[in-house]
């Protein structure tokens, strides 16, 4: 049974720095990809980043240049760091995980992860 715990939300201003954590269990051998989503008040889930087992990376076109998705296998935990943020960033952020392999580049769809976490609060005040 996969689990994914978030941890690492809070609030900051515009302009500062969270890092977001997901410690993932049994989920660190064979082709995996894991990612993160937000999720605004009023608004549908979107995609934020993705990293494949290789550590090939993919991030929606609102947030490159301010975040970076990494992982450490042997910690078996998936980090979001989040820099230059602003209040449109605020939201409920998950981590998900998938078996299977997707390219450097590519963005996976809400439908496209079985795995979730139970999200962690992320606010950013102006």
């Known amino acids: 049974q996969v689990q994914l715990v978030e941890s690492g939300g809070g609030s900051v201003q515009s302009g500062g720095s969270l890092r977001l954590s997901c410690a993932a269990s049994?989920?660190?051998?064979?082709?995996?990809?894991m990612g993160w989503f937000r999720q605004a008040p009023g608004k549908e889930r979107e995609g934020v980043a993705a990293?494949?087992?290789?550590?090939?990376?993919s991030y929606a076109d609102s947030v490159k240049g301010r975040f970076t998705i990494s992982q450490d296998n042997a910690k078996a935990t998936l980090y979001l760091q989040m820099n230059s943020l602003k209040p449109e960033d605020t939201g409920t952020y998950y981590c998900?995980?998938?078996?299977?392999?997707?390219?450097?580049?590519?963005?996976?769809?809400?439908?496209?992860?079985?795995?979730w976490g139970q999200g962690t609060q992320v606010t950013v005040s102006s």
């Open positions: 049994a989920f660190t051998s064979g082709n995996y990809y």
């Open positions: 990293i494949n087992s290789f550590g090939g990376t």
């Open positions: 998900a995980a998938e078996r299977g392999a997707i390219r450097s580049g590519y963005l996976p769809r809400e439908s496209e992860y079985r795995y």
